[in-house]
């Protein structure tokens, strides 16, 4: 059961009013600048009937006490006063083991937490009783995109990695002319075409750099090409070679000429009983791609390209992400060792193994003239507007799980509303009445102990 408190209502009238208590502690991890939820949501929150408390500077220098005051918060000094009251506690990083202890049976607490990563800590607030909501979890759904604070925090890392690769490169971006001659743009490969590394092509874009992509998923394909990015594909280029032979120009002879002489240019246009006009051809039977996944052939010849495309890149940025699983290796040794001293390449998915052979997680290594960069926990390092699309995720969030039990519009009865039919609370409670419900915590669990 979720404690509510017993509130009169702040207005002229004698409506009582229920209110669950959202909670906002400070952010103890090492680095970690933002907070769970802004003033702007907070006054939301306050306006829907929950009733908001947070720990004395817990929005640092930009979202001051006096901010979540005016938006109708309570201020509480320490965490003991957040954790002891809250019935939903909103966090950005998972707790550490002084606020596990802090925690209590069945209260709600809604953060990043990569249950596959950090089995033994899911395994020990399950046995503290605690309600676990993971930001990780959130299924990919349109239902969901409201919440999907992954995604947010991925738009602002991938715009990051851009702008660090742009800083760290001895050279101009863009194609540049000047009095001493011109200089040629940068070229750029971003791998993974998900959320972080749209924003960094479309950044890179911006800044004038010849961007191209990879992925290997074929409906990724279109997304990077409407950015202005150049998609490394092997069927194309064999289709740029076979061009020449399938086309000739067609050139009117005999008494096309002669009508063409004398003005009419329709008989310019090629016979279509005995020509294909390019860009007309006709769909053989059969012929369309099945969205279901590039071969093993074809993937291996994308592979081959790309080691040649290496040679040629200023700028690597590797984005390549999987919730709870070690991070793909993209970028082998070879690959580095084939670029251009003075290369550069970001790895966005360095704290959770890296994309490139050579990555250490919040170093900057230089192998062979090339730098290669690991940066850690990125949007913490914009925190206004990652605090501020974290926040209006986590409102929608606590909306989706909570639930107005009032019949009276002037009146609130707010309670804790988990039906675990709704895709979007099963997939995303991770840990609920002592048990962990995600398998592959569960598994990673299993293989820890």
């Given at each position: 059961?979720?404690?509510?408190?017993?509130?009169?209502?702040?207005?002229?009238?004698?409506?009582?009013?229920?209110?669950?208590?959202?909670?906002?502690?400070?952010?103890?991890?090492?680095?970690?600048?933002?907070?769970?939820?802004?003033?702007?949501?907070?006054?939301?929150?306050?306006?829907?009937?929950?009733?908001?408390?947070?720990?004395?500077?817990?929005?640092?220098?930009?979202?001051?006490?006096?901010?979540?005051?005016?938006?109708?918060?309570?201020?509480?000094?320490?965490?003991?006063?957040?954790?002891?009251?809250?019935?939903?506690?909103?966090?950005?990083?998972?707790?550490?083991?002084?606020?596990?202890?802090?925690?209590?049976?069945?209260?709600?607490?809604?953060?990043?937490?990569?249950?596959?990563?950090?089995?033994?800590?899911?395994?020990?607030?399950?046995?503290?009783?605690?309600?676990?909501?993971?930001?990780?979890?959130?299924?990919?759904?349109?239902?969901?995109?409201?919440?999907?604070?992954?995604?947010?925090?991925?738009?602002?890392?991938?715009?990051?990695?851009?702008?660090?690769?742009?800083?760290?490169?001895?050279?101009?971006?863009?194609?540049?002319?000047?009095?001493?001659?011109?200089?040629?743009?940068?070229?750029?490969?971003?791998?993974?075409?998900?959320?972080?590394?749209?924003?960094?092509?479309?950044?890179?874009?911006?800044?004038?750099?010849?961007?191209?992509?990879?992925?290997?998923?074929?409906?990724?394909?279109?997304?990077?090409?409407?950015?202005?990015?150049?998609?490394?594909?092997?069927?194309?280029?064999?289709?740029?070679?076979?061009?020449?032979?399938?086309?000739?120009?067609?050139?009117?002879?005999?008494?096309?000429?002669?009508?063409?002489?004398?003005?009419?240019?329709?008989?310019?246009?090629?016979?279509?009983?005995?020509?294909?006009?390019?860009?007309?051809?006709?769909?053989?039977?059969?012929?369309?791609?099945?969205?279901?996944?590039?071969?093993?052939?074809?993937?291996?010849?994308?592979?081959?390209?790309?080691?040649?495309?290496?040679?040629?890149?200023?700028?690597?940025?590797?984005?390549?992400?999987?919730?709870?699983?070690?991070?793909?290796?993209?970028?082998?040794?070879?690959?580095?060792?084939?670029?251009?001293?003075?290369?550069?390449?970001?790895?966005?998915?360095?704290?959770?193994?890296?994309?490139?052979?050579?990555?250490?997680?919040?170093?900057?290594?230089?192998?062979?003239?090339?730098?290669?960069?690991?940066?850690?926990n990125l949007p913490s390092t914009m925190p206004i507007h990652a605090s501020q699309l974290y926040s209006r995720n986590?409102?929608?969030?606590?909306?989706?799980?909570?639930?107005?039990?009032?019949?009276?519009?002037?009146?609130?009865?707010?309670?804790?509303?988990?039906?675990?039919?709704?895709?979007?609370?099963?997939?995303?409670?991770?840990?609920?009445?002592?048990?962990?419900?995600?398998?592959?915590?569960?598994?990673?669990?299993?293989?820890?102990?």
């Open positions: 059961m979720v404690t509510v408190g017993f509130r009169e209502r702040a207005s002229c009238s004698d409506a009582i009013i229920w209110r669950v208590k959202v909670g906002v502690p400070r952010e103890v991890t090492e680095g970690e600048r933002r907070v769970g939820l802004v003033p702007e949501t907070v006054g939301r929150l306050v306006k829907d009937g929950f009733e908001v408390i947070v720990e004395s500077g817990a929005g640092r220098d930009y979202n001051l006490d006096a901010n979540y005051e005016e938006a109708g918060a309570k201020i509480v000094d320490g965490a003991d006063g957040i954790y002891g009251e809250a019935d939903i506690v909103v966090k950005v990083q998972s707790p550490t083991e002084d606020e596990i202890g802090l925690l209590r049976e069945g209260q709600v607490l809604i953060c990043f937490l990569n249950g596959p990563q950090e089995p033994d800590l899911v395994g020990k607030l399950a046995e503290a009783g605690v309600t676990v909501f993971s930001n990780e979890a959130v299924p990919r759904t349109s239902a969901a995109q409201a919440m999907d604070a992954l995604s947010s925090m991925g738009s602002i890392a991938g715009y990051k990695c851009a702008l660090i690769a742009a800083d760290t490169i001895g050279k101009y971006v863009p194609m540049l002319s000047t009095a001493a001659g011109t200089t040629k743009a940068a070229n750029v490969m971003v791998f993974g075409v998900a959320v972080a590394g749209l924003q960094a092509m479309a950044i890179m874009n911006r800044l004038g750099a010849e961007v191209f992509a990879y992925d290997i998923r074929p409906e990724t394909k279109e997304q990077a090409q409407s950015l202005g990015a150049t998609f490394i594909d092997s069927e194309d280029e064999k289709e740029d070679e076979q061009e020449q032979d399938e086309y000739e120009e067609y050139q009117p002879t005999g008494w096309r000429k002669l009508m063409i002489s004398l003005g009419f240019y329709s008989y310019a246009e090629p016979p279509r009983e005995r020509y294909i006009v390019e860009g007309e051809e006709e769909e053989e039977d059969g012929s369309e791609e099945e969205d279901e996944g590039w071969s093993q052939e074809k993937l291996d010849e994308d592979q081959k390209l790309i080691r040649e495309r290496m040679e040629e890149m200023d700028i690597v940025i590797t984005t390549a992400l999987v919730p709870g699983r070690k991070a793909p290796q993209l970028v082998d040794k070879d690959m580095v060792e084939s670029m251009k001293p003075g290369s550069v390449v970001v790895d966005l998915a360095a704290e959770s193994g890296g994309n490139c052979e050579l990555t250490e997680a919040g170093e900057t290594v230089e192998h062979e003239g090339v730098r290669v960069v690991g940066p850690v986590m409102y929608n969030l606590i909306g989706h799980i909570t639930e107005d039990h009032s019949e009276d519009k002037d009146e609130k009865d707010l309670h804790l509303d988990l039906d675990f039919e709704d895709e979007i609370i099963d997939e995303t409670c991770i840990a609920h009445g002592g048990e962990i419900r995600h398998e592959p915590t569960r598994e990673a669990l299993k293989e820890a102990g």
